[in-house]
């Protein structure tokens, strides 16, 4: 029987501050997302907002990269799934709401998604979807897995095909596995069908990152820590790049915090930009 442990502290904090994002920052939004609150479920008189993680000003670099990395995943699935890539995996896939909030983009395009996540996390945001009215339409997987066991062949199970294109996306996981344990993950994905991307974010060294967000950092790594789940890994972008190249990727692209500022941030009026603390990475086979 499969426990309903629930999503992980991260999975909340982040569909938390992706929902803080339409409340404590200006318009134009860099993506709108209230599905993930109402998964995520505060108690009613559940002040969410005054947790010390939701600080509105402390927060607000970290909090763009949040939703910034959001909507370069969303962008870059949506792009590929127009040109005829038919599969998206979501690894790890906690309080992602990409399903529920661009359904219509996913009807036209026939693309089929894939999320894993631990088994309990999966029943758990099965039943959540299911109580809210979404549902699990048959082109949507919530697929249980044991991310140290064979995964892929939990995937291929719930009909995922190898043999075919696909998009994979990992946000926010790098930093909780070792060099190895990322290694094997890389060379996995690495050998999809011709024309697969994966697209990953890494945390930069303490050192990398800008001098007023450094504390920030160190504060996450300390709640990381002693919530059982602490940063393992911490990679500069030529490293991160040299990993996925040696297990057999074809290209990849480091896309860099000024990236995403020019892309999604140009436009403000105010001072909001993503932290370089967390980027991206995109490899293709």
Do not use: N
């Amino acid at each position: 029987m499969t426990t309903e442990t629930g999503p992980d502290h991260t999975a909340v904090r982040t569909a938390l501050w992706r929902a803080l994002h339409l409340r404590a920052d200006a318009p134009p939004y860099v993506i709108e997302d209230e599905v993930g609150l109402r998964l995520a479920g505060p108690a009613a008189g559940d002040d969410w907002r005054a947790r010390p993680d939701m600080d509105a000003e402390a927060t607000r670099r970290t909090r763009a990269s949040i939703v910034a990395r959001a909507r370069f995943v969303e962008d870059l699935v949506v792009a590929e799934a127009g040109r005829g890539v038919g599969q998206y995996v979501v690894l790890g896939a906690g309080l992602d709401t990409f399903a529920q909030r661009r359904a219509d983009d996913i009807a036209a395009t026939g693309l089929r998604v894939f999320e894993a996540d631990r088994a309990g996390a999966v029943a758990w945001k099965r039943r959540r979807l299911t109580e809210l009215g979404y549902g699990v339409p048959e082109w949507l997987r919530l697929v249980p897995v044991d991310f140290e066991g064979d995964w892929w062949g939990q995937l291929t199970a719930d009909g995922f095909d190898p043999g075919r294109p696909a998009v994979v996306a990992s946000a926010g996981v790098t930093m909780y596995l070792t060099e190895d344990a990322l290694t094997a993950t890389l060379r996995h994905i690495a050998r999809l069908a011709p024309g697969s991307t994966l697209v990953t974010t890494f945390l930069r060294p303490v050192e990398d990152v800008e001098p007023d967000q450094r504390e920030q950092l160190r504060v996450a790594q300390r709640g990381a820590r002693a919530s059982g789940t602490p940063f393992l890994s911490f990679y500069a972008p030529a490293r991160i790049a040299d990993l996925a190249m040696a297990a057999g990727f074809r290209d990849t692209r480091h896309v860099p915090a000024e990236e995403l500022a020019r892309r999604y941030f140009a436009t403000r009026a105010d001072d909001l930009r993503p932290s370089r603390g967390e980027e991206l990475l995109v490899a293709t086979t």
